[in-house]
């Protein structure tokens, strides 16, 4: 039987203010991209979603971005690699903190926004993340872009010896050119779990189709879901279903069948 990890972005509440449907979506997940305090969370969020976590057995993964509570990480920021390097040991060493406190183990580590898509275009800033994984724990996957835009983001982690996770992402739309369609455009952010769910066959299938209808090439072994998408649950319930109906059983990277 073939594998999928689904993963998807959690832990993103703020003091008083509730985003997502955690306890929901961690029932259908196999590994969960957690919030480190920077482009949201807090504390007692950390501690809570990993405690979530351990109890559905889905892996954990640290999710660092930018310094941009307001802006939810989703804007680029002039930092240093320094910088990048040096906040990306900050926001994942006390994810890793929270997993030692309940016994569990940090598998992953997947940048958030623009991070992310600064990493997927700036080589810099792909070296910076990586070496800031590498500092921590050099036996943390490196989640990176799937597919061809993806190229640079992947050799970095590859080059300094990290075990590199190809991800795509079934509920965004994706341009000819390989990138995740801008959220300002119409269409960016797909919601229906009927058509997110045959994306997600798609890429377990090796491709997706862009907003032109070509097809684009991808070597995929993670699929995310956008916890902040109102679909959330629905989104990920029915991808799970549709995989196993396909004979591709859902597990976390690593994970054995």
Same mark, same amino acid.
């Given at each position: 039987?073939?594998?999928?990890?689904?993963?998807?972005?959690?832990?993103?509440?703020?003091?008083?203010?509730?985003?997502?449907?955690?306890?929901?979506?961690?029932?259908?997940?196999?590994?969960?991209?957690?919030?480190?305090?920077?482009?949201?969370?807090?504390?007692?969020?950390?501690?809570?979603?990993?405690?979530?976590?351990?109890?559905?057995?889905?892996?954990?993964?640290?999710?660092?971005?930018?310094?941009?509570?307001?802006?939810?990480?989703?804007?680029?920021?002039?930092?240093?690699?320094?910088?990048?390097?040096?906040?990306?040991?900050?926001?994942?060493?006390?994810?890793?903190?929270?997993?030692?406190?309940?016994?569990?183990?940090?598998?992953?580590? %997947?940048?958030? *926004? /623009?991070?992310?898509? $600064?990493?997927?275009?700036?080589?810099?800033? @792909?070296?910076?993340? =990586?070496? +800031?994984?590498?500092?921590?724990?050099?036996?943390?996957?490196?989640?990176?872009?799937?597919?061809?835009?993806?190229?640079?983001?992947?050799?970095?982690?590859?080059?300094?010896?990290?075990?590199?996770?190809?991800?795509?992402?079934?509920?965004?739309?994706?341009?000819?050119?390989?990138?995740?369609?801008?959220? %300002?455009?119409? *269409? /960016?952010?797909?919601? $229906?779990?009927?058509?997110?769910?045959?994306? @997600?066959?798609?890429? =377990?299938? +090796?491709?997706?189709?862009?907003?032109?209808?070509?097809?684009?090439?991808?070597?995929?072994?993670?699929?995310?879901?956008?916890?902040?998408?109102?679909?959330?649950?629905?989104?990920?319930?029915?991808?799970?279903?549709?995989?196993?109906?396909?004979?591709?059983?859902?597990?976390?990277?690593?994970?054995?069948?």
């Amino acid at each position: 039987m073939n594998t999928m990890d689904l993963n998807c972005d959690m832990g993103e509440s703020f003091g008083a203010y509730t985003l997502g449907m955690d306890p929901q979506v961690m029932q259908h997940i196999s590994s969960a991209n957690i919030a480190c305090g920077y482009h949201a969370g807090d504390p007692l969020v950390m501690d809570k979603t990993v405690r979530l976590a351990v109890e559905n057995k889905v892996s954990i993964g640290a999710h660092p971005g930018y310094p941009d509570l307001l802006g939810f990480g989703r804007r680029s920021m002039a930092l240093t690699s320094e910088e990048i390097k040096h906040s990306l040991v900050f926001q994942v060493g006390a994810l890793m903190a929270f997993c030692r406190v309940h016994g569990a183990r940090l598998s992953y580590v %997947k940048p958030h *926004g /623009a991070l992310y898509l $600064d990493a997927v275009e700036n080589k810099t800033i @792909a070296m910076a993340i =990586a070496q +800031g994984i590498l500092s921590l724990d050099p036996t943390l996957y490196f989640v990176a872009l799937a597919g061809k835009k993806g190229e640079t983001m992947r050799r970095v982690g590859e080059e300094l010896g990290l075990r590199v996770v190809y991800e795509a992402f079934p509920d965004r739309a994706y341009t000819p050119e390989g990138t995740l369609l801008s959220r %300002k455009e119409k *269409g /960016a952010v797909i919601s $229906d779990p009927e058509q997110v769910a045959q994306r @997600a066959l798609d890429m =377990a299938h +090796g491709f997706v189709e862009a907003v032109d209808g070509s097809r684009l090439a991808l070597e995929v072994q993670t699929l995310c879901v956008h916890g902040d998408n109102p679909k959330a649950v629905d989104l990920v319930k029915t991808i799970r279903h549709t995989l196993e109906t396909h004979n591709i059983a859902v597990k976390p990277v690593g994970a054995s069948v």
